[in-house]
């Protein structure tokens, strides 16, 4: 079993950055995959970015250029760096450890308590 907590979420003005952090309770490398989800009111939990142990990524056309996944093995902590950020953005963040197949496809089998992201004037 794997918990996550996520954190640095917050309030942000369009065009402004956050960096969100994933601090998992056992090693990320040894964990297969991890990625970041966001859910919208109304709207279906949606994949913004993947991450697998060899450090492969895979990001949602929406945040392609502006969002970068990473982690640190060494802290057991995956990170988002979202910049550019958009009011379609606003969302809560979840974290999530799981598997990803030759495609990257992401089968998720923990998840975080999510973090509430805001890009708002």
């Known amino acids: 079993q794997v918990q996550l907590v996520e954190s640095g979420g917050g309030l942000v003005q369009p065009g402004g950055s956050l960096r969100l952090s994933c601090a998992a309770s056992r090693s990320t490398y040894s964990i297969k995959a991890m990625g970041w989800y966001r859910q919208a009111p109304g709207k279906e939990r949606e994949l913004v970015a993947l991450?697998?142990?060899?450090?492969?990524?895979r990001y949602a056309d929406s945040v392609k250029g502006r969002f970068t996944i990473s982690r640190d093995n060494a802290k057991d902590t995956v990170f988002l760096q979202m910049n550019s950020l958009k009011p379609e953005d606003t969302a809560v963040y979840y974290c999530?450890?799981?598997?990803?197949?030759?495609?990257?496809?992401?089968?998720?089998?923990?998840w975080g308590q999510g973090t509430q992201v805001t890009a708002s004037s």
């Open positions: 999530s450890s799981g598997s990803a197949d030759y495609a990257l496809r992401f089968s998720s089998a923990y």
């Open positions: 991450i697998t142990r060899w450090g492969t990524t």
